[in-house]
């Protein structure tokens, strides 16, 4: 089985970035809401290893829900570029930076998505070790 390795380096008041690596290869970064407690839709989830599958969101489309995530459900992989567009989900980027209001964010968010989604092209379920 696939596994992907979320790294988280920084944290803030707003946000949680990290980058995720493939095979000891970093290949996007990400952005998550920062710890509160896995608070459902405004936490990040915690430290562990989780099974990530595709699965068909009604408003992302072809994305990876992160299971087995306690006391959550509907963790997904998906665009954005600050912490509120998060709602406790994972967002992809290629570059940390400040949008025009001032927020921590993350820039290139289609493109790292797309590169995401292709690293995964075939593949049904994952591991995700995140530390």
Known sequence: ???LKLVR???SDDAAFGV???DKIPFCLTLE???LDNQTNISCIPTGTYLCKRVDSPRFG???EVTNV???THILFHKGNIADDTHGCI???EEFGHPTLGEEALKSSGHAYKE???KLEGVNQFALIIS
């Open 1 to 3: 089985m696939k596994t």
């Open 9 to 11: 380096v920084s944290y």
């Open 20 to 22: 995720l690596i493939d």
């Open 33 to 35: 809401r920062p710890w």
């Open 62 to 64: 072809d994305t990876f």
């Open 70 to 72: 306690p006391g959550r």
């Open 91 to 93: 967002i992809a980027g």
């Open 116 to 118: 995401f989604m292709s």
